[in-house]
Structure formats: structure tokens, C-alpha cells
């Protein structure tokens, strides 16, 4: 047996080879709480012994069907998919006051750019806001680090509008390059000036694209079509996408001192935030022309004003604005080297038919528990990684739940090591989900804290929590994703002594027998105990009559027990028993089970 240390609550990610291309439809969480993205909690005991006498699944019971608010303009298209899913409530225009009045009884939040989704939503939202869907690209109105804290899901649709955006960035340097805005409205106040609005030509010049993405790298192969001589700067894009067009990557110096255009495809970020500011414009070559279908932010609009009237900027096309709508006498507007545009990137019919579709199937996927591909703050998990861990899913959070009860007051829990014993090469084994469940097996029986795949770690963080996970490599089939997972608590003492393993630490450990969630081990002592209901743990002297003695105290209260097993170290020295039973037992045959002679410590434990 070797172990080999993988991941500290790390949120990269480890990608399997079995996650490459396979196709995203196998498994369905429904309402499930044991989605991976539900961020309410598992209905009661005996609520779920309710509804499971009944044909419906829990999860209808919970929530019949999620509703979902949309909020800014969505194409009928994307709508008339919700509705076949979900309660639809489009309500435009919203103040954030009554967005927040309004989210607590919402599953679901589309939005476009028009609606600011701050950590104020999120914290109005109660825990019921699951997914938050953006129509298009650019996520920098959402607060996605305050979503991922309430575990909400943040969802765009980013291939739909990029045709039409790249064909905006088209229409604005060509445009602007012939000034037919100004000749249009030159025109159209009576005038006829030939030869006010002599133009320059594209063909030949050098074209720099800033942020080499989809929007971009559509920008470039359109420019090359018109003659251009494309140049790029991205130093996170694919240099084999760049070379299949014929674009040289370079250096944003390079970029921005050589060229006679500069055209903006980067998304609005801390690193891009006014990119484009006095130093910059002071190193581009004179008489420069700039288009902006990204991001207003990434400009600042006070320093292009001031390259536009010193003649480095000779001419701007905008598309975007630091505040839109831009005040009324916004001298940058106004200007008359200026074209602008109201944010028209996505607006053509296809792209909008497009995103509403796009991010109206990302919304439900998302609701259904299933991993959307557009998922931007959820690990890239595939269906079937998803799938083929399932069975494990709650073997994870139980043994969290457990160990975290044997802990005895005091100093808390810092560092929790995760151990999976798998025959599987180990980057064949994606722990992410097991991990998040780990967590909340953790964190919520202490805490109102809701956890899911998409705030696991960052809980786990706040709270302080140092995981440490290692695959232990095993000998065997690698049908199997994991043989066992074990989870031990270090540097804590424990309400049960026995559950302190020989290296010192808490720790419970969990396989799955014939499909089915079992305890196998408990400290250092085997055991062997179904993992549902409550558990009683008892140590005691191990002699005959002690299973009798227990389970006729039970059997008065009425209480089943629906499995049990002994541990022992030794014939006649000690023994851990673990009994698995439906009811809670009352504190009076619990009291009598403690007091009896050769049980040495006693422990209940709910799952
Ligand atoms: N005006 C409009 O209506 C529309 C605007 N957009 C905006 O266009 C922008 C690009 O969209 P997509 O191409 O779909 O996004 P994308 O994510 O495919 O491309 C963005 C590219 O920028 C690069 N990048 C990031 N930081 C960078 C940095 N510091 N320096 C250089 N490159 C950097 C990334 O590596 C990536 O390749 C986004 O801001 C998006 O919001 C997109 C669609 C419509
Ligand atoms: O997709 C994007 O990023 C856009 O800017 C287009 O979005 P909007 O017109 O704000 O829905």
C-alpha cells in the first residue's frame, strides 16, 4: 500500500481522463438535497419516512417546482423553455431593494447586464437561490465570490452572442474608419460635406486584438478578410488557435506601440480594470484608432479623452461604458472623433435567440442538480464522474457528520485528513465532490451553514479547516472508483476514547457493501454497521451477554435495530459494538445502557 498526497482543499482542478468528451446526460439530482448543488438542507427523519411511504420523491415534496425570476429582457424562446420547467416570474426593472424583496422565493435569477447582482441579493436570498444565470459573457455585474460563499451557482451563456459581437467590432472599425455616423447625422441635418469625412483605409494596416477569445479571435479572422494585419495579445489564449488564423501573439507593449487600430476583447477584471489609461495611451503610435465592444471599465475614460484631444487617439468606437447609460453630458459621447453605441454587442436577433436558449438550458441543468458546462465558480465535473461517485457521495457525508460528532468540546477542528483507498491510477480519481460532501458532513450538523459543491471549500476555509486528502493505492479491480474513504480529525480529544485510532486521531472509515453505505471501522476497531438511522457506540468488556443485555433494553423501548457488529482487539479484552436503529432511543434507555456494568464509554450518533 502506498499513499500519495494529491490535494489540500485545493479548488483546481483534477481532471480524469474519463471526464474528456463524455456526453453530459446520465444522472438527474432532481431536488434531491443530495444534489450537488442544493443548498437546503436533507428534510427531517421523519419527513423523509413520510414522503418515502408515498410515490412522490422527496424532493417534490420539498419544492413541487422551482420558480425562477427573470429580470432583465429575455428572448421568447429561453422563456417558453422555463415554463415547461419552472414557475416564470419576469419582472423587469427591479430596484435592488425589491430584487432582494423578491429573491427569498426564488430558485433561480436571470439576468442580463442591466441588472447588478450584488452580495446584497445573495444575502436576501435565504439559502433558497441556487443558480444565477447570466444572458451572455461577461459575469463582472454578478458578484460570483459572494455567490459561491451561499453556495449559488453562477451560469452564463457564452457562445450565443459571439458572432454578433465580433460582427459589432466589425461594424464599429469599419465605420468609424469611413465616419459614417458623423456623415449619417450630417445628412440628416440637411448638410452634403464630401469632404469633411475623408476616411482611412483598413487595407494593409495593423490591427492590434486585445484578449484573443471567442469574441476576439472572430474579430481577428473577419479583419484578416478585409486585408488587415492582425496581431494579438493574450497571454492565456492557445497559440495554435492564433496560428490557425495567421495572427502573431505578442507582447502588450508590442502590441499597443506598433498598430493603427486596437480593438478590445478582454472581459473586466481586476487586472484589466482602465488598462487603457495615461501611460498606455502615451505609448501608442500617434493617430491611433480604438474599439471598445468589451468592457467600459477596461478603458479609463478620462485618460482616453484626453489622448482623443492630443491627437495620439485620432478616433474611438465604443460600445461599452463605465456607467451605462453614460451620464447625459458625457464628453467622451459627445465627441466628434467619437462613435458610439448603446451596448449593442449581443443585439441581433439570432444571438439573442441564442443566449435566451443557451442560458435557459444552463438555468434548468443547474436546477435538475445536473453540472452545467458554462458553470463559473463550480468545479468541471462531467456527468459521469458525477455519476460513478454517487453511490459514495453519502458514504462522504455521513462519515463527516459522524466524526464530527465524536468530537469533545474544546478547541475545534483544524485539520481534517481525507484518506481514499482506490485501485485507480490517482489522477483517475476526482475527489471534489466527495470532498464538498466530506465538508458538509462537517460543517452542517455544527453550524446554520448551507454546503455544496460550490462553497464546499470555500466553507471549509473560513471556517479554518485544513483538509489534507491522500489516495491510498490498492491492489485490485479498478471497476471500483474508491475501495473505502476514511476521515480522521487530528489534534481534537473524543466523547468516545475508542474512536481515537492509534496515530491519535478521530477517525471513522466507510466503504460501500452490495450498494449500500456501511461503517467499517471506528478508531482502530472493525466494524460493521449500516450507515443509516441513528448509531449507538459502546465499548465494553468483551464476555457473553453483553449484545443480550443491550438489545433487550432497546427492544422494551420499542426501538428496532437494523444492524449491528463487534469489534474486538482481543477474545475477552475489549469490544466495540456498533448498532445501527431506526428510532432514537429515549434518554432513560440510553442512561441504562451507560449504567451498565462492563459498558465502559457510550456514545449516540445521529446521520
Ligand atoms: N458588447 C457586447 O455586447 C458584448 C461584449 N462582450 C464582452 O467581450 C469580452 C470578450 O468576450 P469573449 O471573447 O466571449 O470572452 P473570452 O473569455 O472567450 O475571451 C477573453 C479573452 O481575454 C483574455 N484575457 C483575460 N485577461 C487578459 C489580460 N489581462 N490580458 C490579455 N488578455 C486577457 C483571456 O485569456 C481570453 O482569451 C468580454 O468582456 C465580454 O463581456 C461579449 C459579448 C457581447
Ligand atoms: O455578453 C455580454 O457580455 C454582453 O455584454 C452582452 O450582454 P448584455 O447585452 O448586457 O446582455
Not at 497571454?235 to 495572427?247: N, S, T
Not at 476526482?430 to 458538509?440: E, G, Q
Not at 462553497?455 to 479491480?477: C, H, I, M, P, Y
Request: glycine fraction near 8%; hydrophobic fraction near 40%.
Amino acid at each position: 500500500m502506498t499513499a500519495a498526497a494529491v490535494t489540500s482543499c485545493n479548488p483546481v482542478l483534477v481532471q480524469s481522463r474519463k471526464q474528456q468528451g463524455l456526453p453530459h446526460s446520465v444522472v438527474s439530482w432532481r431536488f434531491s438535497p443530495s444534489s450537488p448543488f442544493a443548498t437546503t438542507r436533507a428534510p427531517s427523519r421523519a419527513t423523509s419516512r413520510r414522503a418515502s411511504r408515498r410515490p412522490l420523491r422527496v424532493a417534490a415534496f420539498v419544492n413541487p417546482k422551482p420558480t425562477v425570476l427573470v429580470t432583465d429582457n429575455l428572448g421568447e424562446a429561453g422563456i417558453d423553455l422555463l415554463k415547461r420547467y419552472a414557475n416564470v416570474d419576469c419582472s423587469y426593472d427591479l430596484s435592488l431593494e425589491e430584487l432582494c424583496a423578491k429573491i427569498s422565493l426564488c430558485d433561480a435569477l436571470i439576468v442580463t447586464g442591466g441588472t447588478k447582482v450584488t452580495r446584497e441579493v445573495f444575502e436576501s436570498s435565504g439559502g433558497r437561490l441556487r443558480v444565477v444565470g447570466r444572458v451572455g459573457v461577461g459575469i463582472d455585474n454578478v458578484d460570483v465570490a459572494a455567490a459561491t460563499e451561499h453556495g449559488c451557482l453562477v451560469v452564463n451563456a457564452p457562445t450565443a452572442d459571439t458572432v454578433a459581437a465580433a460582427e459589432h467590432g466589425i461594424a464599429l472599425l469599419t465605420s468609424m474608419a469611413r465616419k459614417i455616423a458623423q456623415a449619417d447625422a450630417s445628412m440628416k441635418a440637411g448638410k452634403w460635406q464630401r469632404s469633411t469625412f475623408l476616411g482611412v483605409s483598413l487595407l494593409g494596416k495593423r490591427l492590434a486584438v486585445m484578449g484573443f477569445g471567442r469574441v476576439g479571435s472572430e474579430v481577428a479572422r473577419r479583419a484578416k478578410g478585409l486585408g488587415m494585419n492582425v496581431i494579438a495579445h493574450d497571454p492565456f489564449a492557445p497559440l495554435d488557435r492564433a496560428r490557425a488564423i495567421g495572427v502573431d501573439m505578442v507582447s502588450f507593449d508590442e502590441a499597443i506601440a506598433t498598430t493603427d487600430f486596437i480593438s478590445l476583447h478582454l472581459p473586466l477584471t481586476p487586472a484589466t480594470s482602465k488598462m487603457f489609461n495615461d501611460v498606455t495611451f502615451s505609448r501608442m503610435k500617434r493617430g491611433v484608432r480604438i474599439v471598445n465592444v468589451a468592457r467600459g471599465g477596461v478603458i479609463d475614460e478620462e485618460a482616453l479623452l484626453r489622448a482623443l484631444e492630443s491627437g495620439i487617439v485620432a478616433q474611438a468606437a465604443l460600445d461599452v461604458f463605465t456607467e451605462e447609460p453614460p451620464p447625459e453630458e458625457d464628453k467622451l459621447v459627445r465627441h466628434r472623433n467619437v462613435t458610439v453605441t448603446p451596448h449593442l454587442g449581443a443585439s441581433t436577433m439570432e444571438a439573442q435567440e441564442g443566449v435566451a436558449i443557451e442560458i435557459a438550458e444552463a438555468v434548468i441543468e443547474a436546477l435538475k442538480g445536473e453540472l452545467t458546462a458554462t458553470a463559473v465558480n463550480a468545479p468541471m465535473l462531467s456527468m459521469e464522474v458525477i455519476s460513478e461517485l454517487s453511490p459514495y457521495v453519502e458514504i462522504a457525508e455521513k462519515l463527516g457528520r459522524l466524526a464530527v460528532q465524536l468530537v469533545s468540546g474544546g478547541t475545534g477542528i483544524r485539520s481534517v485528513r481525507i484518506y481514499y483507498g482506490s485501485a485507480r491510477e490517482h489522477d483517475d480519481l476526482d475527489t471534489h465532490y466527495l470532498r464538498a460532501m466530506i465538508i458538509k458532513g462537517l460543517v452542517e450538523p455544527t453550524s446554520s451553514v448551507f454546503v455544496n459543491l460550490v462553497n464546499a471549500d470555500f466553507v471549509a476555509k473560513q471556517r479554518g479547516l485544513r483538509l489534507t486528502e491522500e489516495k491510498v493505492s490498492l491492489d485490485g479491480s479498478p471497476e471500483n472508483p474508491i475501495e473505502y474513504i476514511q476521515v480522521q480529525i487530528a489534534n481534537v480529544e473524543s466523547k468516545f476514547a475508542s474512536a481515537i485510532s492509534d496515530s491519535g486521531e478521530i477517525s471513522v472509515e466507510g466503504r460501500l457493501k452490495d450498494g449500500k453505505p456501511h461503517l467499517t471501522k471506528v478508531g482502530s476497531f472493525r466494524v460493521d454497521v449500516s450507515l443509516e438511522g441513528s448509531l449507538l457506540l459502546c465499548r465494553q468488556v468483551d464476555k457473553p451477554g453483553m449484545i443480550g443485555k443491550v438489545g433487550s433494553i432497546l427492544g422494551k423501548e420499542n426501538v428496532n435495530i437494523n444492524y449491528m457488529s463487534v469489534g474486538r482487539i482481543a477474545p475477552w479484552k475489549l469490544a466495540v459494538m456498533t448498532i445501527g436503529v431506526d428510532e432514537e432511543p429515549s434518554r432513560e434507555a440510553l442512561r441504562k445502557i451507560r449504567e451498565l456494568q462492563d459498558v465502559e464509554e457510550f456514545v449516540l450518533l445521529k446521520l
